[in-house]
């Protein structure tokens, strides 16, 4: 097998297994070309990281192999959200290999060359290694293909070849750098066995007690007047609560809907009816549904659970020539006509030699020669031998011919009629546009039903009138609009303005709801009570914005958050008049029932609560005060206590204390794991607060 015939076989398990490695080209150096100059340069940085730039041209790259990733995955063609994750996949790779690499430079960790020759052709190789050179067909790794591409790639002298396993090479000791990082941090992590025996309390021991709730719901907003002393003493008192990571913005929009109307789902459903008509009458399917279907379905055989839910549930129960339909399906109409039905097996193994036409003088030399070869077979002469004598196929000539397990539809039509119309041991000559085909049907898995069916969907879609009329409205709303009067602009033509807030520069929403990333880059070239001068579009509606404000990165003021604050400053407030009522009644009591009928309310009684799970049963999770349960001596009262829900007076009533821990050291080793677990995302977090980052992305994204 050559080296880049090789790569292209193994492209998808390389990306998919070292995604890192696509990034290696952002290491490379800061070579800057000559003649660039150095403002042109900065305006095609995507980021700085820790002193190392990110052009854009080379995050790109990875952005677009990412994207087409995602798409073959997901199927269909590639959506705005699929290139957003893609941006933010690439993005989140980058970042880590970035900060770790500053990390790992630091401490001096290396990859010795006897190391990653181990990890190449060791006993137990990289991941990456594996992945790239695991045979499709048996799921196996083949190390006997490792050594013959080593072999051949020391001989060849094929350069680009040459640089794709370098980068692979790159990847692996990025990896086992990672990997040495990582295990230095785990094994800082430990447990303690005053910190397991804590733990252990904490998830059994059993708290019984009664409560008395003054309820923050009982104190109307009416009766409280709040200060700007209290939304600062909340502020200060929860500063940390309010820091921004990155710089977000609030963007008050209006949406006007330009969704489908009832006109247009009639006029789509008279299109296909009329389609209908013309299918039954149509007499080459396969072109009718190619030319006038909304999306091109191959014309193949089908198995049930391949087609939208209302097809499936018909085609399979009628005969051959039958026009189903109309169906609406997501957004669509379908009708499908019936060519044929078979039952058949549902993959096969096959083998096969390529002759090459042109090569060989003609088709019908070829086809002579393929005659001759089939002789040879019918006489007993290996097939493999003869693949490798005469196939042009070089993918597969290696391996005798074989082509593995596939299902219906991955080989052009001629030869899958071949192999799954046929039989096990048969030998079939076909000719296709590769040339001509001796192949021999090794196996046939499986048997189920299949159709093959002319399938033709039209697109319920919005009409040039419906479209008209948003934009006509959306336009007379942007001419009207100002920063003043958006929001009562938008309620004369019966419209809302909503507002959605700390909006990331990278977002692709607005409230969860899909927004033109146009639209998000405005915002953040915009300046606050900016109006955009434009109308945004979405399939289905047209988005007009104004700027309400800019939350930069850090600490946010107190004018900026106060909006959100104001429900708990409020609790806040009333939480100091129930304060002073609790106290009151607490005041000379000796039980929690004669607080109770100080307060006129009957103490509640709970049991069993944990300290691991402080919810109160029927109430809400109460952290301060089943903290303060776990703190009393029994058959005392409390003093008041601030909760979530209200002021609280709280009585114990008993303990059940656990028995003593069955096994300390698995219980340690419990812990451990969740510790393990958690602890990369706090460091690695406070690797990136500590790290120099100039992120860019949103105005190339």
């Known amino acids: 097998m050559g080296l880049m015939s090789f790569l292209r076989n193994r492209a998808g398990f390389i990306l998919t297994g070292a995604m890192a490695v696509a990034i290696l080209a952002f290491l490379l150096g800061d070579v800057v070309k000559s003649g660039t100059p150095f403002w042109a340069k900065n305006q095609n940085r995507v980021a700085e990281i820790n002193g190392e730039k990110i052009d854009f041209q080379e995050f790109n790259q990875q952005v677009d192999q990412t994207a087409e990733m995602f798409k073959q995955q997901m199927g269909g063609n590639l959506t705005p959200q699929m290139k957003s994750y893609a941006v933010q996949q690439v993005w989140n790779q980058l970042l880590q ?199 091109k379905y191959p014309y193949t055989f089908v198995k049930k659970g391949q087609l939208s839910p209302a097809l499936d549930s018909v085609l399979f129960n009628v005969p051959a020539g039958t026009i189903v339909g109309p169906y609406e399906s997501n957004g669509l109409f379908e009708i499908a006509k019936v060519a044929q039905t078979t039952v058949g097996p549902d993959s096969v193994k096959a083998s096969h030699i390529l002759l090459n036409a042109t090569a060989e003088g003609g088709v019908q030399k070829a086809l002579a020669k393929a005659d001759s070869i089939k002789g040879l077979l019918a006489k007993g002469e290996s097939f493999s031998s003869l693949a490798v004598q005469f196939s042009t196929d070089q993918g597969s000539k290696v391996n005798g011919g074989e082509l593995g397990t596939f299902p219906r539809g991955q080989m052009v039509p001629v030869f899958d009629n071949a192999v799954f119309n046929g039989k096990t041991g048969d030998i079939k000559i076909v000719e296709s546009q590769f040339g001509v085909h001796i192949i021999k049907i090794e196996n046939q898995i499986g048997s189920a039903k299949y159709v093959k069916a002319a399938i033709v969907d039209k697109a319920i879609i919005s009409g040039k009138e419906t479209l008209n009329t948003a934009h006509s409205k959306a336009n007379a709303f942007l001419t009207a609009a100002t920063a003043q009067n958006f929001a009562q602009e938008a309620q004369k033509l019966g419209l809302k303005a909503t507002t959605a807030t700390r909006v990331l520069a990278m977002d692709n929403t607005l409230d969860g709801n899909e927004a033109p990333r146009e639209l998000i880059k405005w915002a953040f070239e915009a300046k606050k009570d900016d109006i955009s001068d434009r109308v945004f579009e979405t399939e289905q509606s047209y988005i007009l914005a104004r700027l309400v404000d800019v939350q930069p990165k850090g600490i946010l003021p107190l004018a900026t958050v106060k909006k959100d604050i104001e429900p708990a400053v409020k609790n806040a407030v009333k939480a100091k008049l129930l304060t002073e009522k609790m106290n009151a009644a607490l005041s000379g009591a000796g039980s929690l029932d004669q607080v109770g009928q100080k307060l006129g309310k009957t103490p509640v009684a709970v049991e069993n609560i944990v300290l691991a799970n402080p919810v109160i049963p029927g109430v809400s999770l109460e952290n301060k005060v089943v903290g303060t349960v776990f703190g009393l001596q029994p058959n005392k009262p409390s003093k008041a206590i601030e909760g979530a829900q209200g002021v609280y007076a709280v009585q114990v009533n008993g303990f059940v204390n656990p028995a003593a821990i069955p096994d300390l050291n698995a219980q340690k080793k419990q812990i451990l794991a969740g510790k393990l677990q958690r602890s990369w995302a706090s460091i690695f977090k406070a690797l990136q607060d500590k790290s120099e980052i100039t992120d860019n992305r949103v105005k190339f994204f």
């Open 97 to 295: 290999k970035e900060i770790l690499k500053s990390e790992i430079e630091k401490i001096g960790l290396e990859v010795g060359k006897n190391e990653l020759n181990d990890l190449v052709t060791g006993n137990r190789p990289s991941n990456q290694i594996v992945q790239a050179f695991t045979d499709p067909q048996t799921g196996q790794f083949n190390r006997n293909q490792l050594l013959t591409f080593i072999s051949q790639l020391n001989t060849a002298g094929n350069p680009q070849a040459a640089q794709q396993w370098e980068m692979l090479l790159a990847a692996v000791k990025e990896e086992r750098l990672n990997n040495k990082y990582s295990s230095l941090l785990n094994n800082s992590v430990y447990v303690t066995s005053l910190e397991a025996n804590d733990e252990y309390q904490q998830r059994n021991k059993l708290a019984n007690f009664k409560y008395v709730l003054l309820d923050y719901a009982g104190v109307k907003d009416s009766e409280i007047k709040i200060t700007d002393a209290d939304y600062q003493a909340y502020y200060d008192e929860h500063k940390n609560s309010f820091k921004n990571q990155e710089e977000t913005r609030s963007i008050e929009y209006v949406v006007v809907d330009a969704r489908p109307t009832a006109k247009d789902i009639d006029y789509a459903k008279e299109t296909i009816n009329r389609l209908k008509t013309e299918l039954a009458a149509s007499t080459n399917d396969s072109l009718f549904a190619s030319i006038n279907s909304d999306n």
